[in-house]
């Protein structure tokens, strides 16, 4: 079973999370959004054609409507479905025979939680080492735009309802892992003054997600000496190099976070 993603990925760690349009988390609805101040108004003179008013109000509802279905989601999005199982156990053991899906999904879920408390501390090191760098250098875009605010986005309590492997797949020497993930936490953003400004600081989300890890498939660093300085570089999860400080882009020999997307359920 393989899966073919389509959905837009979006810097989260933080803005998977929907203020936008109102979300509904234990019964309470929250509007607004995180920059949406449009108001739309229309107005028409009845003095003319007392049922021109009407026609164009409806003519304004039934274009909303179609924007709605057009953007909000892509054409191919299929609303996942119920009933999430763990990859067969023979599957797995054709990957992994010396591992148990358990800890793979311990894994997900500390790696999960440890991207969130990065990008909460603006801690781009630890980014680094969690994600690939294609996610890092988006993720590092919407930090620099937060710093820039001087605003904070508070992730914490997080409690894992349910997670699943859901499929392993090796192509051209890297091992990926899908998982899908169901998590409730705390998420707000506050400013200089540790005032809320965004989401709600009482009231926990739950939110679900397809995620994925990338490893290449021996678990070994390959790269074992600067390209900039020629340097050797010893085995270890920094991708620096400590003497001439270029970032090194190595094949991930841990599993590193390179997708998440936040799904309905």
């Not at 609303?79 to 591992?99: A, I, M, V």
């Amino acid at each position: 079973m393989i899966f073919s993603f389509s959905f837009k990925v979006t810097a989260d760690s933080g803005w998977d999370s929907d203020y936008g349009g109102g979300f509904d988390s234990g019964g309470f609805n929250y509007g607004g959004g995180w920059d949406n101040d449009t108001t739309y108004h229309t107005s028409s003179s009845s003095s003319d054609n007392p049922y021109l008013g009407y026609i164009f109000t409806a003519f304004f509802i039934i274009w909303i409507i179609v924007c709605i279905a057009h953007d909000v989601k892509p054409h191919n999005y299929q609303k996942p479905k119920h009933g999430y199982h763990d990859l067969n156990e023979d599957e797995f053991n054709n990957f992994f025979p010396n591992n148990t899906i358990e800890e793979f999904k311990n894994m997900a879920l500390q790696n999960f939680i440890a991207v969130q408390n990065a990008w909460m501390n603006f801690d781009y090191d630890a980014l680094r080492k969690l994600c690939t760098d294609e996610l890092y250098n988006s993720y590092i875009t919407e930090l620099n735009v937060l710093k820039l605010k001087e605003n904070q986005n508070i992730m914490n309590d997080f409690q894992c309802l349910d997670i699943k492997l859901l499929n392993i797949r090796e192509e051209n020497n890297i091992i990926t892992l899908y998982f899908y993930l169901n998590i409730t936490f705390f998420d707000y953003v506050v400013d200089k003054n540790k005032k809320v400004v965004r989401g709600n600081n009482l009231y926990k989300l739950n939110n679900h997600y397809y995620i994925q890890y990338v490893r290449n498939k021996t678990g070994e660093d390959k790269i074992t000496n600067c390209p900039n300085c020629g340097a050797p570089l010893e085995k270890t999860t920094s991708q620096t190099c400590p003497y001439c400080g270029s970032v090194i882009v190595k094949e991930a020999s841990n599993f590193v976070l390179s997708k998440k997307m936040k799904v309905d359920d």
